[in-house]
């Protein structure tokens, strides 16, 4: 199976030689779709970039809250912030983004062979 990209590059081809105007029109469609395609792909990165972004910013606040009451017994000086974190996994399709540890998201592997 072509990847997006070699499909779209196929198309191209296609689309200097003599076709049809229904065919034209048609491949000319299909490739405006393997466009967006490729387009929803790459801002699906650009999400899953800022999430494990945040996630790693709600960890390290946790961290920060728990080592911080390790050694004081007073209330620990950093609030964690837990709106945020709130917020975030409330977010409708924010955690569907997130492959389970071990397993293979079809999402993520559909990313790489576009990337090649």
Do not use: H
Not at 23 to 52: H, K, P, Q, Y
């Amino acid at each position: 199976m072509l990847s997006i990209r070699g499909r779209i590059e196929e198309i191209d081809r296609e689309l200097e030689g003599a076709l049809s105007r229904p065919a034209r029109e048609s491949r000319e469609e299909t490739r405006r779709l393997l466009s967006r395609r490729i387009e929803v792909f790459e801002n699906r990165t650009r999400s899953l970039d800022e999430i494990r972004s945040d996630l790693e910013q709600i960890e390290t606040q946790f961290q920060l809250s728990l080592e911080s009451a390790a050694l004081d017994s007073s209330l620990p000086r950093e609030k964690l912030d837990l709106d945020l974190a709130r917020d975030m996994i409330s977010t409708p399709g924010y955690t569907a983004f997130l492959a389970d540890e071990g397993g293979s998201d079809p999402l993520l592997e559909e990313e790489e062979a576009l990337s090649q």
